[in-house]
């Protein structure tokens, strides 16, 4: 495994289009309501963040990579504010993965090396409900074609997506280097 250091950096607003007080992140922050009472726009100046829009990096997700974000709550359809934040580390090496079909490992098993827009039309598998992540991070969404809603998976065994509000998987993506 590579994992390549890097300076993340996202600086949070407390209005659109970058306006109000500010707060600067270089790392994971669980909440940050004590620095600013809302957020509706940032600058991801470097790296990859998964944003929460609860405390304690739970609630929906969202995938933000180098940008600007002026109003993401419309670019994404959020009805809350960003409130915690981790940095996705960058990842250069081989990417692997084995997905289940039903909780605990169980049912029919698919190694994965790179990115899967259905699995229904790749594996003919439903949904899974367990995987085992061996290399890389990965991004899993709900509908096949990397829509819906999203879920980060880094390096680890995941023996059940019930705890994961009721989400069932239907695509996968690598998050790769070049997108720092």
Known sequence: MHVIILTFQVIFYEDRNFQGRSYECMSD??????????????????????MY????????????????????????????CIRSCRMIPMYR???????????????????MMDDCDSIMDRYRMSHCQSCHVMDGHWLFYEQPHYRGRMWYFRPGEYRSFSNMGGMRFMSMRRIMDSWY
């Open 29 to 50: 922050c669980g909440d940050f309501s004590s620095y600013m009472s809302r957020c509706h726009s940032c600058r991801v100046e470097s790296g990859c963040w998964m």
């Open 53 to 80: 829009d609860r405390p304690n990096y739970m609630g929906n997700q969202y995938f933000f990579r180098r940008g600007e974000y002026a109003d993401y709550m419309s670019m994404f359809g959020m009805n809350e």
């Open 93 to 111: 090496g081989s990417y692997r993965m084995r997905i289940y079909e039903r909780e605990n490992f169980m049912g029919q098993m698919y190694e």
